[in-house]
Structure formats: structure tokens, C-alpha cells
């Protein structure tokens, strides 16, 4: 199976793809993740990266396109993937669609979580995530046991360099203008669904749980 996560920053789609690839054995593959890993290990594609996303930008579809499909080769024994973060523009979705119908696959379902702007500003100046493990904690909604250590692995939380106000505002404008138009390309597709995210964290995730449960369900009915 394969599941995309939409959503604007902070929506919770990192929170809820960690919770769902454990609970269906799924790969949870986040982009931004994965570009933060590079920067950390110091690679070419992390200084290519850097700049774009501590100013709130998208990288360049070429970079990421060449990134996620290299990933989901690496993916293919596994029960389904969670792709969080990616595709993020209409390039992305169609670069994404053709790479999976070379191997006979497609996206199986797209959840789009609603969390309106004013909620975002909130959620992402207080969050804290481990560099680690990529655990994600909010100063308030979701404290660690231990002030400032992440729970797994004791590792001290760090604030993203881009969860500072101003650089929120720059990540919402780049959702709204170049990933919001995948609803529409996902909707005609047939396969988008829209998720309130406000409440708990809890609450989501069961109804998440239940529309896989119900795709995967429908896939093997
Ligand atoms: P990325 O890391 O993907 O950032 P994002 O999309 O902005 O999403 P976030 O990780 O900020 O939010 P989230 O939805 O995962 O929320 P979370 O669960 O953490 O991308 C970073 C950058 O990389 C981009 O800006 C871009 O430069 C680049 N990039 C990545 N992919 C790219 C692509 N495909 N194309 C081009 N560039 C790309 O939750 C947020 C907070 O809220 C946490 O503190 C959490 O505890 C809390 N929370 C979660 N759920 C709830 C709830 N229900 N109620 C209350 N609080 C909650
Ligand atoms: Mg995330």
C-alpha cells in the first residue's frame, strides 16, 4: 500500500506516520527527514539543500524527485510506505505516478490533514524533535517525560531552524501556493480524503487508523 500524507507544516503528518507505520508495519518515509539527515551527516546534497529550507522555500523537484524514488526502491519488500512531505507539488505527484506505474504500483490513498493557519504558528514554535530518532514533541501538547531529552533514546531535543515565526509564514505560502493544487490532482484521482487535524493527537490517529484499515479492506475484498 501506498499512503501520502498532506498537509500544511505542522498538520501533524510526522506525528501520525510514526503512529501508523508501527501499527500497520508500513515504512514511514519523510522527506524532510531525510534532506535533514544529509545536512546533518554533512553530504553535497545537504549544502545543495540548506539555504532553501532554512529560508522556508521547497527545493527544486529535480533534487527531491532524485532522493524519494531512490528510497522507495529500497522500500519494496516492505508491507507499504507512508510518504510524509512528498509529493509536494503537482511535478512531484507526476514525476512520483510515473516511477510507480514502471513497476505495475500507484498511489492507494491520500489523507489530507485540515489544520487551519492560525492553529500552525502554535504547533510549530513549540515543537521540539529529536535528531536522532526524528521523535517529534511540542513544548506543551506533547512534553517529553524528561524536560529537553527525547524519551527513546535520551537524545537532547533541538528547535528546527525553521520553526521560528517568520519562516512559518514563508512554509504556509509556499503550501498554499504549490502543494494545496494536489487536492485537486489527488481528487480527481479518486483516491484523496480530507482528515480534520485539530483535535488530539489520539483522536486523529484513530480516525487515520480507520481509513487504512478500511483500504486495505477494500484492496484484498
Ligand atoms: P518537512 O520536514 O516536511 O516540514 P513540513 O511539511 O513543513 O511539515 P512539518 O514537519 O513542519 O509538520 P508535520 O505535519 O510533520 O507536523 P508534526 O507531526 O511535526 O519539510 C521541511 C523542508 O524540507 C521544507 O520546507 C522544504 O524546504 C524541504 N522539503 C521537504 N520535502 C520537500 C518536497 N517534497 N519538495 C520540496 N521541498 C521539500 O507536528 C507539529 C507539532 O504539532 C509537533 O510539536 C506535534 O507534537 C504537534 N501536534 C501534532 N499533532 C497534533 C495535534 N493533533 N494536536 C496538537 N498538537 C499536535
Ligand atoms: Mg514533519
Known amino acids: ?48 539543500v540548506g539555504g532553501y529550507m532554512d529560508a522556508g522555500h521547497l527545493v527544486p523537484d529535480n533534487i527531491i524527485v532524485e532522493v524519494i524514488l531512490a528510497e522507495l526502491q529500497s522500500a519494496k519488500r516492505e508491507a507499504g510506505v ?11 505527484a507526476g514525476s512520483l505516478d510515473e516511477a510507480l506505474s514502471r513497476i505495475a504500483q500507484k498511489v492507494d490513498l491520500v489523507i489530507s490533514l485540515q489544520v487551519p493557519d492560525r492553529e500552525i504558528v502554535a504547533r510549530i514554535t513549540g515543537r521540539r524533535i529529536c535528531s536522532t530518532c526524528g521523535g517529534v514533541y511540542h513544548v506543551v501538547k506533547h512534553p517529553p517525560a524528561q524536560p529537553g531529552r527525547c524519551d527513546r533514546d535520551q537524545t537532547p531535543l533541538i528547535h528546527r531552524p525553521d520553526d521560528t515565526e517568520d519562516v512559518v ?52 475484498s
Request: aromatic fraction near 6%; avoid cysteine.
Open 169 to 220: 509564514q514563508q512554509r504556509l505560502a509556499a503550501y498554499h501556493a504549490q502543494t494545496e493544487p494536489l487536492e485537486a490532482y489527488f481528487r480527481r484521482k479518486g483516491i484523496l480524503v480530507e482528515v480534520d487535524g485539530t483535535p488530539d493527537a489520539d483522536s486523529v490517529f484513530a480516525e487515520l487508523q480507520r481509513m487504512v484499515k478500511q483500504r486495505l479492506g477494500e484492496a484484498v
Open 82 to 92: 507512508i510518504l510524509d512531505g512528498f509529493p509536494r507539488t503537482v511535478s512531484q
Open 1 to 48: 500500500m501506498i499512503l501520502v500524507l498532506l498537509g500544511p507544516p505542522g498538520a501533524g503528518k510526522g506525528t501520525q506516520a510514526a503512529r501508523l507505520a508501527a501499527a500497520f508495519g508500513m515504512r514511514h518515509l519523510s522527506s524532510g527527514d531525510l534532506l535533514r539527515s544529509e545536512r546533518k551527516k554533512g553530504t553535497e546534497l545537504g549544502g545543495r
